[in-house]
């Protein structure tokens, strides 16, 4: 990490001047540009003044950022081809997110695996088809182009009991796929 460039960058994002840095931390003007710069490195304690003047904590200065991948293509996709559905996996790592979402394929007379209880929350919504969303033993019909947005208090999983493929694109809270 370069501890001058980090600095600079949140001086920057704080919309600091250099003088009001130092003013800040009881620091001359010319040893902040020097530390950003990289010409001199601070104390440890001079470091921690400086973070705590920019509203951070050491901690935080040195926590790295993730340059977290935002867009995924098919080309990152893992696709598990079970006996009873095919699920697409369309944000690799996604039990390490908030939301897990995948994309179901079910062939007729196919199902889901059933999902037991949980503190979380669903969404789906039916790309192709028509699939029968099964809660406890009771089904509810869910048609092409129609969503369904469950809580996971009870046993459920997904049913196609047509003649045609379906399709559901599915979101858990937490992952639990």
């Known amino acids: 990490m370069e501890i001058g460039q980090r600095i600079k960058q949140l001086r920057t994002q704080n919309k ?15 040893f902040i540009s020097q530390v950003e710069r990289d010409l001199t490195s601070p104390s440890i ?8 003047a920019l509203g951070i904590n050491l901690a935080q200065f040195f926590k790295e950022e993730r340059n977290e ?5 098919q ?4 696709v598990d081809e079970k006996e009873e559905c095919t699920i697409h996996w369309i944000v690799p790592n996604a039990q390490k997110n908030d939301m897990e979402p995948i994309l179901l394929e079910l062939k007729p007379d ?3 695996a059933v999902i037991t209880p949980h503190n979380g929350e669903e969404f789906g919504y039916v790309l192709s088809g028509k699939v029968c969303l099964v809660i406890n033993n009771k089904r509810h ?16 999983y997904i049913l196609n009991d047509t003649k045609s493929d ?5 979101v858990c809270n937490p992952p639990i796929f």
């Open 16 to 30: 600091l001047t250099l003088e009001e840095l130092a003013s800040r931390c009881e620091l001359s003007k010319g």
């Open 45 to 52: 304690a001079t470091l921690s003044d400086i973070v705590e």
């Open 69 to 73: 991948k935002l867009i995924f293509t």
């Open 75 to 78: 080309e990152d996709f893992f």
């Open 110 to 112: 196919q199902k889901s």
């Open 141 to 156: 019909v869910v048609k092409k182009g129609q969503t369904f947005y469950i809580k996971g208090l009870y046993d459920h």
């Open 166 to 170: 379906a399709k559901v694109l599915w």
